[in-house]
């Protein structure tokens, strides 16, 4: 609400702020594709539906792709999807990914995101981490501890990655600075990929 009179001026711009925090309303399903070229590098971005139904569908479309940016929300370790948690449900579908011979030799980028929702949500006695992840054994208000409960559950899900390295980052909702520095390093990656494939 502090924002109001300017989101309603007339001659209103968005900021990179009021940017990150649209949300999307509509349940991705099926494949969508935007291309955007950085340098003078085209990149295609595929954003892919995340529903067990869905992903039948296009998991062996990507047998040749790059890189993987896998967002695991923290901050919904609470909230619920049809069939699951949705905490489960995105590790399950991370194991499914990083395991599958279809992605062998990609890099995967694991964004932990919503990191400043989770502290929020921790910070509050109302939902502790426990009452969702029984397996959980670490302080209830530690935001650190927390966080590294989720990322060593996502470490353990990985069998074998032979041909692709696992980066994995923490991210808050709207830090653009962080997001600046996560694609940074996205793009330094496929630059090498690409230049390693015509050595």
């Known amino acids: 609400m502090r924002h109001l009179d300017r989101i309603s001026d007339k001659n209103y711009v968005p900021t990179d702020q009021d940017l990150m925090h649209i949300s999307p309303v509509v349940q991705t399903l099926g494949i969508s594709r935007s291309v955007f070229t950085v340098g003078n590098i085209p990149y295609s971005v595929y954003d892919v539906g995340g529903s067990r139904s869905e992903r ?18 923290v901050g919904a370790y609470d909230e619920r999807l ?18 599958s011979r279809w992605f062998s030799n990609t890099t995967f980028f694991v964004n932990f995101t919503k990191r400043d929702l989770f502290e929020q949500k921790v910070n509050s006695s109302h939902v502790p981490i426990s009452d ?7 302080d209830p208000g530690d935001v ?56």
């Open 82 to 99: 049809r069939e699951d948690k949705y905490s489960v449900q995105s590790l399950n579908l991370f194991e499914s990914l990083v395991n």
């Open 144 to 199: 650190k501890a927390g966080v590294q409960f989720f990322i060593d559950e996502f470490q353990t899900r990985v069998e074998e990655h032979p041909g692709g390295s696992i980066h994995m980052t923490v991210l808050d909702t709207t830090d653009t600075a962080q997001a600046t520095l996560l694609l940074q390093r996205v793009v330094q990656v496929a630059e090498a990929k690409r230049k390693s494939a015509f050595i």
């Open 132 to 138: 969702f992840h029984p397996e959980y054994q670490g």
């Open 56 to 73: 039948r569908k296009w998991i062996h479309e990507f047998e040749d792709v790059d890189i993987v940016l896998f967002q695991a929300p």
